[in-house]
Structures are given as C-alpha cells and as structure tokens.
C-alpha cells in the first residue's frame, strides 16, 4: 500500500510534461463537458452546473494556484454571462448571480492550487528525510533504489559502479569521537560526489560504505584516484 501512494504521489505532485499535456487536455475536455451538460439540462437553475468543481479543483492542485484560477475563470466564462438560467425560456442569468459564483470559482481554484504548494513541499521534505543521508547529504539506500526503480533505462548508460568501504570506521568513532568519524563521512562523501560528476549518482548505503554510479569512463578513473587518496 506504501509503495502504490508513492506511485500515486509522484504522478499527481512530481508530473514529467507528458503527464501534464494529458492531464491539461483531460481538464480542456472536462470544462467542455460540463459546459455542454448544463445548457443541455436546461441551463445553470439546475445543479448540474457543480459539475464545473470538478475541472477547476484538479487544474488547482495538479497544476497550482495561477492554472486554477486561469481554469475557474474559463469555467465561470462558460457558465457565467454566455449560458442561460433557463434554456427552455430563454431567461438569462442575473449579473449578482454570475459574478458571485465566479468569484466563488476563483476562490476554490486558488485554495486547492495552495493546498498543492503545501502537500508537494510536505512531500518533498518526507522524500528528502526517507531518500537522503542525514550526515553526509547523499541518497541513502532507499534514496538509490528510487533512482532505479524511476529510472531504470539510465543504469544502461553507466560504465561503472565502484563500492567505497571504510575500514575500522568504529575503532575511529571510538578513538576520535563521533563529531570526527562524521566530519570524516562529509570529506568521503565530497571527494566521491566531485568524482562522480552531475551525470552520476553517489549513495551512502551504510555508516562506513559508499556506492557511485559513473558514467563517464574518464569519472570511473577519477573515482578510482580519490579512492586511492582517501
């Protein structure tokens, strides 16, 4: 259940542009609907007009504030001064009317485009404390097998992988302390991150071991000269 509201929070809070172009078109063709639904049952004197929530709340959270009202505007346009309160007697709407339902539109758009600025830094901060290593700042173990399990077509285009394990890393938090053993982690992990460049990936697995994905044959030799320094 975890891993499938993970899957479901990626693509709602972290969308790539195709899923966006989708999700733009699928609100387009929602707005459109409810459009047509309401002139075709008789006009906004009926509740079917509420149908327009629908589209603006999505565009709000999946989108943010600025589409959701850009959204609850086109949906207060389409059901506003342009559609009839009575389609069969031909009776249009109030002025009072429209304007304060489109003024209501603009207001649900733009809480549920916040509630989405909210939830997405609330994510990313939970997917920063699960993915990240506290002390040395690079992917932990969960961190690195999100990478993979995202991105699985990238592991083709790495040349190398190199595992940095730190000997008697307890005898040095014993002797020094462990302020020195994690100033210590820091130092590997710079020397390992530089190494490795911004097209590889660099991973605390443990307190004394390190994982680099290299792409570069010439980040592979490197890797292996900071090893050799360290």
Not at 22 to 33: E, K, M, R, V
Not at 134 to 141: C, E, R
Request: aromatic share 12%.
């Amino acid at each position: 259940m975890q891993k499938i509201l993970g899957i479901l929070a990626r693509y709602i809070l972290e969308p790539s542009p195709r899923e966006r172009i989708i999700f733009g078109a699928l609100i387009l063709s929602l707005l459109s609907l409810g459009g047509w639904w309401v002139f075709q049952t008789g006009g906004t004197k009926l509740a079917y007009l509420h149908f327009m929530y629908l589209p603006i709340i999505a565009s709000g959270f999946y989108f943010g504030p600025i589409v959701g009202i850009i959204t609850a505007s086109l949906a207060a346009f389409i059901v506003g001064p342009i559609m009839p309160q009575s389609v069969e007697n031909n009776l249009d709407q109030s002025f009072n009317s429209w304007l304060f339902r489109s003024l209501f539109f603009v207001i649900i758009g733009w809480f549920s485009g916040m509630f989405s600025k909210i939830s997405t830094a609330y994510y990313r901060t939970i997917q920063r404390q699960n993915f990240v290593d506290p002390i040395t700042g690079l992917h932990n173990y969960r961190g690195l097998v999100h990478i993979v399990e995202t991105s699985p077509k990238k592991l083709l285009d790495f040349s190398g992988v190199v595992i940095v394990k730190v000997k008697q890393m307890g005898e040095i938090d014993r002797a020094f302390g462990p302020e020195s053993a994690e100033d210590l982690m820091r130092q590997i992990a710079r020397s390992i991150s530089q190494a490795t460049s911004n097209e590889g990936y660099a991973a605390c697995m443990e307190s004394s071991k390190f994982v680099a994905l290299v792409k570069k044959e010439e980040d592979l030799r490197r890797m292996l000269f900071k090893c050799r320094q360290i």
